[in-house]
């Protein structure tokens, strides 16, 4: 019944590598979502897509890009990892007819 | 986009009803009050949501004020498991679709 799935539970990184989230929903939804928390911050937006090849921005995009090719798939990048993007990172996915959102498990990365 | 204020952090007692309130001041008509949790170290869960009436289902009721300019979550009988912190959130136009978490409502619910 999986219906947002993200490529890693865990990752460890070294400063300075180019790191990809994987993301793929399988519910046709239009919309995705990439979050970071952290403690004491809460869910921040990092970027966010309403179709394939459309991303905006959110509320701290710097240090990050964003990839979506396929409807089903939205990839988060980190172009030099550092040691301040260690965090919890976690996708989403709504359609666009006002249903709520479904989340990945979350990945936990590490930079080293 | 409107913005929430919940309080930080809320006690219940097991079997009781825990009453979460929310502040959306700046709600726009066509937006929608939404709420979700998050037990620890899970993706946030979907609860319910409700554009100006009074909504139930089996996990909560969501009530809000005719202004629309607040809101509350109630679990009518909370259990060891509600445990988690609760996010209120309002969504935006369907263009843009943005999901804004604030910080939350730690809810702790005690034997």
């Known amino acids: 019944d999986v219906k947002v799935t993200q490529s890693s539970r865990y990752l460890v990184k070294r400063t300075g590598e180019k790191v990809f989230l994987e993301c793929v929903q399988d519910?046709?939804?239009?919309?995705m979502f990439w979050y970071r928390q952290d403690p004491g911050l809460g869910l921040r937006l990092i970027y966010f897509?309403?179709?394939?090849?459309?991303?905006e921005k959110g509320d701290i995009p710097e240090g990050y890009s964003v990839s979506r090719e396929k409807k089903e798939r939205f990839s988060l990048i980190l172009e030099s990892a550092s040691t301040n993007q260690t965090s919890m990172y976690l996708c989403?996915?709504?359609?666009?007819?006002?249903?709520?959102?479904?989340f990945g498990q979350g990945t936990r990365l590490t930079v080293v | 986009d409107a913005k929430t204020t919940q309080p930080t952090s809320m006690d219940c007692a097991e079997g009781r009803a825990a009453n979460l309130p929310c502040n959306h001041s700046t709600i726009s008509g066509n937006e929608y009050v939404y709420w979700y949790r998050q037990i620890h170290s899970q993706g946030p869960q979907y609860i319910i949501h409700?554009?100006?009436n009074n909504e139930t289902n089996e996990m909560a009721s969501l009530i809000i004020t005719e202004d629309r300019k607040s809101s509350t979550l109630i679990l009518p009988h909370a259990t060891l498991r509600d445990t988690a912190v609760y996010y209120c959130i309002v969504r935006g136009p369907w263009e843009t679709g943005k999901l804004i978490f604030g910080q939350g409502t730690t809810l702790q619910v005690k034997p």
């Open positions: 897509s309403y179709d394939v090849k459309m991303k």
């Open positions: 409700g554009l100006k």
């Open positions: 519910m046709d939804h239009e919309n």
């Open positions: 989403a996915s709504t359609s666009d007819r006002g249903t709520e959102a479904f």
